[in-house]
């Protein structure tokens, strides 16, 4: 049986895939969605020279002799300005904040000056220009200052609103329906029968999605059952989900039915069987404009294939960067033997050395069943087919989870 190789698998996946449309969202709830285009600044900002400092707006020419002592003609609040100008020997009381008055070119900071009524003393002499932010100093009304491709987090969205945009164009989030399969599974929460487990997949997948930007839609559990499952499978059509996602039934077994129903849906298969581990029973296709991924039921290969196929696919749609940038250098912490034709994704403890350098340490159990050691795992060990026998010290590749 011939197996794809992942790059092929994924170069074929990503094949075609352009960001989505866009939509308008208030600016309360774009944190982590993806700007859909170059946004310019409506304002300059400050919008006009500024005190940086609680203190007194003086003339700098004023300092020049030993001890100064200068009259304070009014008061510069944040958000109320001093409407006059200021002449030799003056100066407005300023606070942090507020317009810097005409002919005033410094900020006397508090700390430094002696007030006695209208008179103040100046114990420091501040420099030339002190404590003023210039008009502008952040940036200018026409500014781009937020570009795709770009995930919004805080300090954009403080930005955005500063240069006083109100509402934001982002990418509309991927719909990603998620279905589990399978007569062994019960929801969590619920008591399976004696021979039955507790479904756990789409939960990972779910927030696995969540986190990258688009949004999960939990189809349920369908039993082995070629009518139901085609009932949960036109659901996701109804839904008019961008991606299906199965979870199981995508093996050789007499009941992994979901690419032989898929196919009678209409599925035009991408391909199927990766030279991967965990995960080779890996499906991709397209049933009309939903794109399908069948990932394997094993739980450790579903997680490990939505992160390497189902977070490409979903930065492509969301016109993300490509690539997975969490991969790095580690040092392997044990040793490893010979592997064979499939990608190996060895799940690892990570941890640091005195030097600084990341030590991945292979777990000796590697069985695609165990969840717990995958919530155990820093990194995942990347090692390509027919990589020798390899011992604890040699460099390797890794995905940080
Ligand atoms: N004769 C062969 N048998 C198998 C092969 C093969 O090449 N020849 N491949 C194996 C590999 S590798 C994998 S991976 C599994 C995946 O098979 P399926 O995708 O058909 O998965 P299932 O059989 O439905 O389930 C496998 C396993 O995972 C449990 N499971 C399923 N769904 C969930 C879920 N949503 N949450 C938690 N656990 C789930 C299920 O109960 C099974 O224990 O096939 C091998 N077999
Ligand atoms: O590919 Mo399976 O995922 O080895 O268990």
Redesign the pocket.
């Given at each position: 049986m011939s197996l794809m190789p992942v790059a092929e698998a994924l170069e074929r996946l990503l094949a075609g895939v352009s960001p989505l449309g866009r939509e308008t969202v208030p600016l309360e709830l774009a944190n982590n969605r993806f700007l859909a285009e170059a946004l310019r600044s409506t304002r300059t900002q400050p919008p006009f020279s500024a005190s940086a400092m609680d203190g007194y707006a003086i003339r700098h020419q004023d300092l020049a002799g030993e001890r100064t002592q200068l009259q304070i003609i009014g008061e510069a609040p944040a958000g109320h300005g001093f409407t006059g100008s200021v002449e030799p020997g003056q100066a407005v009381r300023i606070f942090t904040g507020a317009p810097v008055p005409d002919g005033a070119d410094t900020i006397l900071i508090q700390e430094n000056a002696q007030r006695s009524g209208d008179l103040i003393t100046v114990l420091e002499a501040p420099r030339m220009g002190a404590f003023v932010r210039p008009a502008g100093l952040d940036f200018s009304s026409g500014d781009v200052l937020l570009a795709p491709p770009l995930k919004l987090a805080y300090r954009h969205l403080a930005l955005a609103a500063a240069m006083n945009h109100a509402e934001l164009p982002v990418i509309r989030k991927p719909k990603v329906a998620i279905l589990?399969?399978?007569d062994?599974?019960v929801p969590p929460g619920t008591e399976p029968g004696p021979d039955q487990?507790?479904?756990?997949?789409?939960i990972g997948i779910a927030a696995l999605v969540a986190d990258c930007g688009g949004q999960p839609l939990y189809l349920g559990i369908s039993p082995d059952d070629p009518v139901e499952l085609a009932t949960h499978i036109r659901r996701a059509i109804t839904e008019e989900a961008d991606i299906l996602v199965t979870?199981?039934?995508?093996?050789?077994?007499d009941h992994?039915i979901v690419q032989e129903v898929l196919g009678k849906e209409g599925m035009d298969l991408s391909f199927w069987r990766i030279a991967m581990r965990?995960?080779?029973?890996l499906m991709a296709g397209h049933l009309g404009r939903t794109r399908v991924l069948g990932l394997?039921?094993?739980?450790v290969?579903?997680l490990v294939c939505g992160l390497l196929f189902l977070k490409p696919l979903l930065q492509a749609m969301l016109g993300n960067t490509p690539g997975d940038t969490t991969q790095k250098q580690a040092v392997l912490g044990g040793d490893l033997p010979e592997n064979d034709r499939r990608q190996d994704y060895v799940r690892a403890g990570l941890s640091q050395d005195a030097d600084g350098h990341l030590i991945a340490t292979p777990f000796s159990r590697q069985d695609?069943?165990m969840l717990g050691l995958l919530a155990k795992s820093g990194a995942l060990i990347i090692r390509p087919p027919h990589a020798p026998a390899q011992k604890a010290g040699t460099p390797v590749p890794v995905l940080i989870l």
């Amino acid at each position: 049986m011939s197996l794809m190789p992942v790059a092929e698998a994924l170069e074929r996946l990503l094949a075609g895939v352009s960001p989505l449309g866009r939509e308008t969202v208030p600016l309360e709830l774009a944190n982590n969605r993806f700007l859909a285009e170059a946004l310019r600044s409506t304002r300059t900002q400050p919008p006009f020279s500024a005190s940086a400092m609680d203190g007194y707006a003086i003339r700098h020419q004023d300092l020049a002799g030993e001890r100064t002592q200068l009259q304070i003609i009014g008061e510069a609040p944040a958000g109320h300005g001093f409407t006059g100008s200021v002449e030799p020997g003056q100066a407005v009381r300023i606070f942090t904040g507020a317009p810097v008055p005409d002919g005033a070119d410094t900020i006397l900071i508090q700390e430094n000056a002696q007030r006695s009524g209208d008179l103040i003393t100046v114990l420091e002499a501040p420099r030339m220009g002190a404590f003023v932010r210039p008009a502008g100093l952040d940036f200018s009304s026409g500014d781009v200052l937020l570009a795709p491709p770009l995930k919004l987090a805080y300090r954009h969205l403080a930005l955005a609103a500063a240069m006083n945009h109100a509402e934001l164009p982002v990418i509309r989030k991927p719909k990603v329906a998620i279905l589990a399969t399978g007569d062994e599974l019960v929801p969590p929460g619920t008591e399976p029968g004696p021979d039955q487990i507790i479904a756990s997949n789409h939960i990972g997948i779910a927030a696995l999605v969540a986190d990258c930007g688009g949004q999960p839609l939990y189809l349920g559990i369908s039993p082995d059952d070629p009518v139901e499952l085609a009932t949960h499978i036109r659901r996701a059509i109804t839904e008019e989900a961008d991606i299906l996602v199965t979870l199981g039934g995508a093996s050789v077994g007499d009941h992994d039915i979901v690419q032989e129903v898929l196919g009678k849906e209409g599925m035009d298969l991408s391909f199927w069987r990766i030279a991967m581990r965990p995960g080779k029973p890996l499906m991709a296709g397209h049933l009309g404009r939903t794109r399908v991924l069948g990932l394997p039921g094993n739980p450790v290969s579903s997680l490990v294939c939505g992160l390497l196929f189902l977070k490409p696919l979903l930065q492509a749609m969301l016109g993300n960067t490509p690539g997975d940038t969490t991969q790095k250098q580690a040092v392997l912490g044990g040793d490893l033997p010979e592997n064979d034709r499939r990608q190996d994704y060895v799940r690892a403890g990570l941890s640091q050395d005195a030097d600084g350098h990341l030590i991945a340490t292979p777990f000796s159990r590697q069985d695609s069943s165990m969840l717990g050691l995958l919530a155990k795992s820093g990194a995942l060990i990347i090692r390509p087919p027919h990589a020798p026998a390899q011992k604890a010290g040699t460099p390797v590749p890794v995905l940080i989870l």
